[in-house]
């Protein structure tokens, strides 16, 4: 085996390493990171363990007061990737919010956008909590595409 270490994977907006098993490390002529992975079959691939994104400063209330109006997503189904161009679109459910505070539920609608331009635009919110292998706080973006009813 192989030891891994704790490493940001983006620092400051900046990509600043790739996670590597040997055979990757080994193709691209770089170092490897020990982030081997393997299913109940097939060769070994690439995976993280306790992937995590660093909280922000405002809880999930202070996201949605900051961006007024909007879609609280509690649900995704479905995802789709454009591998080549970072074409993301998910199937969700959750709830419009107005001025900050939750209007009506809503459900089968979809929401998409480019994952280059998600990263750049996210805000973290203060609510991580750590419950499985990769965690997350809440999470603000804007200008994504909403469709459904």
Not at 67 to 90: I, R
Request: aromatic letters at 6%; one cysteine or more.
């Amino acid at each position: 085996g192989a030891v891994n270490r704790r490493i940001a994977l983006v620092d400051k907006g900046v990509v600043t390493t790739w996670l590597h098993n040997a055979a990757s490390a080994r193709q691209l002529g770089m170092a490897l990171t020990g982030h081997a992975s393997r299913g109940s079959a097939g060769p070994a691939g690439v995976g993280t363990s306790n992937l995590t994104l660093e909280p922000g400063d405002r809880d999930l209330a202070g996201l949605m007061s900051d961006a007024g109006s909007g879609l609280l997503v509690t649900s995704m189904f479905g995802p789709s990737l454009n591998a080549n161009t970072g074409d993301w679109s998910v199937g969700c459910s959750g709830f419009w919010f107005e001025n900050g505070e939750i209007a009506y539920p809503v459900s089968e609608i979809t929401v998409a956008g480019a994952l280059p331009d998600i990263y750049a635009r996210l805000v973290p919110g203060s609510d991580l909590e750590s419950r499985g292998s990769a965690n997350s706080p809440s999470l603000l973006v804007d200008s994504l595409s909403i469709a459904g009813k």
